[in-house]
């Protein structure tokens, strides 16, 4: 079985930063890509930004320079910085890990006070 463990997310001023960790564990090989995804409430889940096994980036145009993922795959595990954070990037923050199938973290709460 195969688990996804996130951390990090929490109560935050506006322009201030957290750091978000997510790691797998159990019967996962084969990792490709990595990834965060958010929902807020009322709305659709949407991708923030993603990692390739090689080490390939994309981001959502609303957190491109504010944003940094990264993984350390000897440990199976995936980050997201978060800099310069705006009310609106409160959301819950999933974590999603791709092998042979895809596998969702539970959501950690990013809360961005005005």
């Known amino acids: 079985q195969v688990q996804l463990v996130e951390s990090g997310g929490g109560l935050v001023q506006a322009g201030g930063s957290l750091r978000l960790s997510c790691a797998a564990s159990?019967?996962?090989?084969?990792?490709?890509?990595m990834a965060w995804y958010r929902q807020a409430p009322g709305k659709q889940r949407e991708l923030v930004a993603a990692?390739?096994?090689?080490?390939?980036?994309n981001y959502a145009d609303s957190v491109k320079g504010r944003f940094t993922i990264s993984r350390n795959n000897a440990k199976n595990s995936v980050f997201l910085q978060m800099s310069s954070l705006k009310p609106e990037d409160t959301a819950l923050y999933y974590c999603?890990?791709?092998?042979?199938?895809?596998?969702w973290g539970q959501g950690t709460q990013v809360t961005v006070s005005s």
């Open positions: 999603n890990v791709v092998s042979s199938k895809w596998y």
């Open positions: 990692i390739t096994g090689g080490g390939s980036t």
């Open positions: 159990g019967s996962i090989f084969s990792i490709k890509t």
